[in-house]
C-alpha cells in the first residue's frame, strides 16, 4: 500500500458537484481553493505535504491547478483529512463573503 495519497483542489471547491469530484459537504466546502491554501492548511494539522503544481485532475483535465501529494497517518483516513483540511480553510476564509 502506498505510504501518500493525493488531494486536489477541486475535492474541496464549494462550485465543484459531487458528480464532477467534490469529496466534502457543500456546507462545509470553501468557495475558492487554491494549492497553496491546501498545503498550508495540511501542514498545520501536522501533516507532511508537497505541491505538485504541473498536474491535473482528470475529472477536470482542461484545468491545471495541480495537486498535493500528502503523507499518510496512522489513523486518519482520506475522507476525515478532506474534512479536517475544509475546516481549516473554512476558518481563514475572509468574513463577509457568500455562504
Partial sequence: MPDHFYVYPAYLRRETPRTAGRRVPKASAPEEVSLTDLVAAAKSLGFQATAEEA?????????????????????????????????????????????
Fill in 55 to 99: 498536474k491535473q485532475y482528470p475529472r477536470q483535465f482542461h484545468r491545471y491547478e495541480g495537486r498535493m501529494k500528502v503523507t499518510k497517518k496512522a489513523g486518519v483516513t482520506k475522507t476525515e483529512f478532506l474534512r479536517r483540511v475544509a475546516a481549516v480553510l473554512a476558518q481563514q476564509a475572509p468574513t463577509g463573503g457568500k455562504r
